[in-house]
């Protein structure tokens, strides 16, 4: 069975002090890796598509990367409206069968 | 974002009514899926649809009922609901299903069972 699991469950941050979280998985064959926002009462905001080990992708603060096991979103001096829920989730083949973690919640000071 | 919208964005019902959720996309994508997020919970995936059939049901109770009239419109009937299916409910598209095509999600419908 595919599993996803996204550390820590929440993170405060002050303004402008950089940091990660990380998105483990186990598959039996990974398709694509997916990044998701999600602010409070809304639906997740897509973010990036990884598929393969190595690949990178960057946009303004953040930049996910994707090892065999694990994708780490890196957030670069983040600021208060970055603060919100990150989801991964994993296609591993089959008909659409995509599993999602339970989330970071991220919290920005300023 | 305008891509998926959903209405109504709050509903609330009491266990012996029946509603309707709506879902549109404006993408031009030809699957469709349907989602329950409940607090502390990863997203449950609850149907596919692709051109219209529907090739996932993930053992949901049948109190949900989906519809799927052609593919950039997605309904889910509710019927006799029980206060544990209070959750957020969100609807999504893909360009296919059965592929690594990225999901985009509406805004979803919160809905409450008393």
């Known amino acids: 069975e595919d599993q996803v699991t996204q550390s820590p469950e929440a993170l405060r941050l002050q303004e402008g002090e950089s940091s990660s979280l990380n998105c483990s998985y186990t598959v039996s064959g990974l398709r694509g890796l997916f990044w998701y926002r999600q602010d409070p009462g809304k639906g997740p905001e897509f973010l990036f598509t990884?598929?393969?080990a190595g690949e990178e992708k960057e946009k303004e603060r953040l930049k996910a990367t994707l090892t065999k096991k694990e994708s780490f979103l890196h957030i670069t001096a983040p600021k208060p409206e970055d603060s919100a829920t990150y989801l991964c989730a994993v296609d591993s083949g089959g008909y659409q069968k995509v599993t999602f973690g339970t989330g970071t919640k991220l919290q920005v000071i300023p | 974002e305008t891509g998926v919208t959903q209405t109504p964005r709050h509903l609330v019902m009491g266990m012996t009514n029946k509603k309707s959720l709506k879902c549109e996309q404006h993408?031009?994508?030809?699957?469709m899926y349907w989602y329950k997020q409940s607090a502390k919970k990863p997203l449950e995936l609850m149907f596919v649809y692709n051109f219209k059939e529907q090739t996932e049901n993930n053992s949901v109770p049948s109190r949900f009922s989906p519809e799927c009239p052609n593919s950039s419109h997605l309904f889910l009937h509710l019927h006799t609901l029980q206060p544990e299916d209070s959750a957020l409910y969100l609807c999504a598209s893909s360009l296919n299903s059965g592929s690594a095509d990225t999901q985009y999600f509406g805004p979803g419908t919160r809905l409450t069972v008393l």
């Open positions: 993408l031009g994508h030809n699957a």
């Open positions: 990884l598929y393969s």
